[in-house]
């Protein structure tokens, strides 16, 4: 399974674009990349998942480049109700998927 | 409604006893997956199953147990051997089939050993 590295926290302001990247340098061919968000003492929370180039849908976009190596969420305007935490996650489902969670990235958005 | 429900959400406990966390869920997925929470940690994965009947051990097995009798429930039962079981345990389901798909989480129980 791909290691992922993230970013332990990032701050921001209202209204602002905020964008989290992950490096996954071991990435396989059969590898999809899926982001989730965690609130305290909740589950996560389903956010994007991509393969490759760009996906975009209510909530998020997920960029990922050509060499597949490391992909960026991008939260539009965030607001308060995002301070949250949020895991990339690199795997591939077929037969089952043993999912692995890193310690995620600690977003706080400020007013 | 559907969806993961997990019971109890708040439980204590005393050193020695074994103490069993209920997963039900409605979704009619395959995969079913405990995991576990530290405070300011993600999440590691303690067993999780593909289909009736079988599961796996994940990264932090030892002093766990799991069964899979029924599609709809994989209840985890924390034994006393489990040396520091004071957590958020966190229960998901996927479909398990196909090359994408998400995990779905329930509530969370959090154990606390007095």
């Known amino acids: 399974l791909a290691k992922t590295t993230q970013p332990i926290s990032m701050d921001s302001y209202e209204g602002q674009e905020v964008n989290i990247t992950c490096s996954h340098n071991n990435i396989a061919t059969n590898d999809y990349i899926t982001w989730y968000q965690q609130f305290p003492s909740q589950g996560p929370r389903f956010i994007i998942q991509?393969?490759?180039t760009k996906v975009t849908n209510e909530v998020a976009s997920l960029f990922i480049p050509a060499d597949r190596k490391s992909s960026t969420l991008s939260l539009p305007r965030v607001s308060l109700s995002d301070t949250a935490v949020y895991y990339c996650?690199?795997?591939?489902?077929?037969?089952?998927?043993?999912?692995?969670f890193g310690a995620g990235t600690r977003l706080f958005v400020k007013a | 409604d559907g969806g993961i429900t997990q019971s109890p959400k708040y439980l204590f406990r005393k050193e020695g006893q074994n103490v069993t966390l209920s997963c039900e869920q409605n979704l009619n997925h395959d995969a079913m997956y405990w995991y576990r929470q530290d405070p300011g940690q993600g999440l590691r994965l303690i067993y999780y199953s593909q289909i009736v009947n079988d599961f796996q051990k994940g990264d932090i097995a030892e002093g766990y147990s799991v069964s899979r009798e029924k599609k709809e429930s994989f209840p985890l039962t924390v034994t006393s051997a489990q040396k520091n079981p004071t957590a958020f345990y966190l229960c998901?389901?996927?479909?398990?089939?196909?090359?994408?798909?998400?995990?779905?989480f329930g509530e969370g129980s959090r154990l606390t050993v007095l």
């Open positions: 996650l690199v795997g591939d489902w077929a037969g089952g998927f043993k999912t692995i």
């Open positions: 991509g393969y490759k």
């Open positions: 998901a389901t996927t479909t398990g089939q196909g090359r994408t798909g998400e995990l779905f």
